[in-house]
């Protein structure tokens, strides 16, 4: 096992560009003069046939039908459009025919119960064998936005005016909610980050609008899907928050209100933290907390009172895991709360935290306070992850007491309380927060070799005006990563900064397999990607060949595929020239 010092470096040093063993160029779109673009939509890898899949995906300006008994239209193929005559007259005809289609596409329903759809998007799919650079045509789906009823037949009929090339009518063969399904490709990575959201939630439901009255909660989870942006045909994702056994949780939390601290993940269990509602006392959601097992149903399991005498703010809640990355438990910690409560509710010790630890059923394994830090805030506990070790909890944690020299601290407790806590150090040049501290909605913690690899991405958020005119919208602008990698002791092995351009989407990280056994990362941003070795002096490796793009609609999946049997990673890429896309394939 390769032994690495402590990296003092803020910034990498070595940025070098990736050898690229062969590069394809294929067209990926079966029309080209339209009033939409295509864009790649995903690209797939069959180790058994080493073949590459690719997909492109293209809204064409049309309208879907329903093929009726009376219409002698049930084809499954395609048909070019019929002339008009020719001259002055045959024009004349065409534009009127074109201008009518195009009315009756943008706001006339063409059968009972469906909408029409100004962009109606085309799936393509490419087949390319690597090593003899050859192509092939898959098949061809038109899509329907709407779900389509089965022992129904459907057409998307064209209006002409704006996409050349294009035949009249194609069968459309599937909805937007089958792709996925059929080509598993297009579907998203739950629970990966930053890929998906946090998969489960609990969420408030009451009887007034901005009200508590009535409040009571629910389980929900979140499910990443495709989507077409609305008369574009345009490829996006949609989030959807389905309810889980609402009826009966809504009956088993009463006044009751989400506290925002993420659902956690045991093997058979579900972790939410609510909080109580008390009419007698105005500070009951900061001290009337209940501990709500579900099963992954949503069903209510066992409620646990966690009760406490002062308002309390949860300071961390995250699973424990031991040093090969499997969950052992769960650990919440709470802390006073600075808020404008009367004194007889705020915790006269400042340094006093609130200890609960739980097993993987679910249940409360020990709890107890813990005074920590300087006795006259309570800035000495910031827990950043938690590990599990010999049947105790290893902290890592900064303290916050002095403000210009935070230290970064090993914390160990047990059943009983604090067995130790000693410093770590952690040579860092520049603001060391950065790798710990400040608001970052992206956070990854992950293993490579027996090892923890922390890693944080800077984020600044804008808010702007919502379009209703009540509130206001976030948006997060995305910015360097920040890495750490430690021993299962919290030692330094490597830290660096890994400088990214700006962008509105958070960055793709994977710990990935090396030739060397190095540690080492890819990163993909709309910008491109990234091989990140974490040696002495990370090396940064540019992958994105000169001139390659980034798909817009693979922000959310991975714009490459792995070739575990030749150790090689598949990129693609789309090139300025319309339809084009690159695949480029590189060795470890």
Wanted: net charge positive.
């Amino acid at each position: 096992m390769k032994h690495f010092l402590p990296i003092i470096a803020l910034l990498p040093i070595a940025v070098t560009a990736q050898k690229v063993d062969k590069t394809v160029s294929v067209q990926y779109a079966d029309f080209l003069k339209t009033a939409h673009k295509p864009t790649v939509a995903a690209v797939s890898f069959d180790p058994a046939t080493q073949l590459v899949q690719l997909y492109g995906w293209h809204p064409l300006v049309g309208r879907l039908k329903e093929v009726t008994p009376k219409g002698e239209k049930k084809n499954s193929g395609s048909q070019e459009p019929k002339k008009k005559g020719g001259g002055l007259m045959g024009a004349l005809n065409r534009a009127a025919e074109v201008s009518n289609k195009l009315s009756d596409a943008v706001g006339v329903s063409t059968f009972e119960g469906k909408d029409n759809h100004y962009g109606i998007p085309v799936l393509s799919a490419r087949t390319v064998d690597l090593k003899t650079g050859q192509v092939t045509n898959g098949p061809r789906e038109m899509i329907s936005q709407n779900a389509l009823e089965q022992g129904k037949t459907y057409e998307w009929e064209s209006v002409g005016m704006l996409d050349q090339g294009v035949p009249a009518k194609m069968a459309v063969t599937l909805d937007i909610n089958q792709v996925s399904q059929k080509y598993p490709s297009l579907s998203f990575k739950q629970g990966a980050m930053p890929i998906a959201p946090t998969e489960y939630d609990i969420v408030l439901e009451s009887d007034g609008l901005l009200s508590y009255k009535n409040a009571r909660c629910y389980l929900t989870t979140n499910q990443l899907s495709l989507m077409t942006e609305a008369n574009l045909g345009k490829l996006g994702i949609n989030t959807a928050t389905r309810p889980l056994r609402k009826e009966e949780a809504i009956q088993q939390l009463p006044k009751m209100l989400p506290t925002h601290v993420k659902v956690l993940e045991l093997p058979n269990v579900l972790l939410g933290l609510v909080a109580g509602l008390d009419e007698n006392d105005k500070w009951s959601e900061n001290k009337q907390f209940k501990l709500i097992q579900f099963d992954p149903t949503g069903k209510v399991l066992k409620k646990t009172d966690l009760t406490f005498e002062f308002v309390r703010n949860v300071a961390f809640a995250d699973v424990v895991r031991d040093r090969d990355g499997q969950p052992k438990g769960a650990l919440y910690i709470f802390s006073g709360l600075l808020s404008t409560a009367g004194k007889k509710h705020r915790d006269p010790v400042e340094n006093r935290f609130n200890i609960v630890y739980v097993g993987l059923d679910g249940d409360v394994q020990y709890r107890y306070d813990l005074e920590y830090g300087d006795p006259d805030n309570r800035r000495g506990l910031n827990p950043i992850l938690a590990l599990e070790e010999n049947g105790q909890v290893n902290l890592l944690s900064v303290n916050l007491n002095k403000n210009l020299k935070p230290v970064i601290e090993k914390i160990t407790l047990n059943e009983k309380g604090k067995v130790a806590a000693v410093p770590v150090t952690m040579p860092l040049k520049g603001n060391s927060m950065e790798y710990f501290m400040g608001i970052n909605p992206n956070r990854q913690l992950t293993r490579i070799n027996g090892n923890i690899c922390y890693i944080t991405q800077k984020a600044e958020s804008h808010e702007t005006p919502s379009p209703t005119g009540i509130g206001k919208l976030t948006t997060w602008t995305y910015g360097p990563v920040h890495v750490l990698l430690l021993k299962p002791d919290f030692s330094l092995l490597s830290a660096g900064m890994i400088p990214l351009a700006p962008s509105a989407s958070p960055a793709q990280i994977e710990a990935i397999p090396s030739a060397d056994g190095a540690p080492r990362l890819l990163v993909t941003t709309a910008h491109g990607n990234q091989f990140v070795t974490l040696s002495e002096t990370p090396i940064v490796t540019n992958v994105t060949p000169k001139g390659g793009i980034v798909p817009a609609t693979m922000t959310q999946r991975p714009n490459y595929v792995w070739n575990a049997g030749e150790q090689k990673y598949i990129f693609v890429y789309e090139t300025t020239k319309l339809g084009e896309a690159r695949l480029v394939e590189v060795s470890l």
